[in-house]
């Protein structure tokens, strides 16, 4: 098995950016980046010796003090793009809390909160559906924008049971973490399939033709963090970008809405995979209801 990996082992924040055996190439790479990118570059020896150069953006600090009152943001939005948007970031700031707690130490931002991808993954859900469908396609476009800064997936998850017990108070999520040593808690078994897949789709979907390369280069599997391992001939990576994008995204749908389904099941919920869902005008006022 060729491993390369997509995150540079001893420094998870960075990940690949270029490949190319052409030393002369990876220089003119690394020095046209802007002066806010940091670099790493590794060297591969598989059927063929190439580089790769791994990126991050400098200058991260603390989630807890990155700006998070963004009222002028939230008000331009409209009203109900706007309350939901101010539900979904006090979750994130509870989570956020609620994981320093566990783990005694500040979570690490990588970048700043995209505070306007937000409406954008609310106004592509489709909110007539049934409640499971809705729950897994409003959790996977959350997931798809990448709009905070850490703890994507923990926040879409809570607010699949947000979304849910809007259309049944009783609705409580089974549960997704375990105590894996005293106050340090991972993903349950079952839910970190689900987890692990979204990850491999976000990973392919946005640098197919990178990994394409790397596999002709005799690459046979990417390794993210957390040891999540991508087996490249697993996954069609020989089309357009665009294309890629398209298939990922609606392959990322139908997985979360496999894992609402479940989650639903083992809650003792099932009904909720045939009942309506609460559309998103419906959504904001039940939010504004709790305030």
Avoid: C
């Avoid at 009203?79 to 566990?102: A, C, F, H, M, P």
């Amino acid at each position: 098995m060729a491993n390369v990996y997509y995150h540079y082992p001893d420094d998870k924040q960075f990940s690949l950016d270029f490949v190319n055996p052409n030393p002369g190439k990876i220089v003119e790479r690394i020095v046209n980046y802007d002066g806010d990118v940091a670099v790493k570059v590794l060297e591969y020896d598989l059927d063929q010796h190439f580089y790769v150069v791994y990126t991050t953006r400098v200058g991260g600090g603390a989630v807890k003090d990155l700006e998070l009152d963004l009222r002028e943001s939230i008000e331009s939005m409209g009203q109900d793009n706007g309350t939901i948007v101010s539900r979904l970031l006090e979750i994130y700031e509870s989570l956020i809390e609620e994981n320093e707690n566990e783990e005694g130490v500040p979570v690490e931002a990588y970048k700043d909160i995209g505070i306007d991808e937000l409406p954008d993954a609310l106004d592509r859900t489709d909110w007539d559906e049934t409640a499971t469908e809705v729950a897994g396609r409003l959790a996977s476009n959350l997931i798809l924008k990448h709009a905070l800064p850490n703890a994507n997936h923990r926040t879409a998850v809570a607010m699949i049971q947000f979304y849910l017990r809007r259309v049944d108070s009783d609705f409580s999520m089974p549960k997704t973490a375990v105590e894996i040593e005293p106050e340090v808690y991972d993903w349950r078994e079952w839910v970190n399939s689900y987890i692990n897949e979204s990850k491999r789709l976000l990973t392919i979907r946005r640098k197919n033709v990178k990994f394409k390369y790397v596999r002709e280069l005799g690459g046979t599997t990417l390794v993210r963090k957390h040891d999540v391992r991508i087996p490249l001939s697993a996954y069609e990576l020989d089309m357009p970008p665009s294309r890629a994008k398209k298939r990922y995204t609606e392959k990322h749908e139908r997985l979360w809405i496999e894992f609402v389904e479940e989650a639903v099941e083992r809650a003792g919920k099932p009904e909720l995979k045939e009942r309506a869902g609460v559309t998103k005008p419906e959504f904001a006022e039940e939010i504004r209801s709790l305030d």
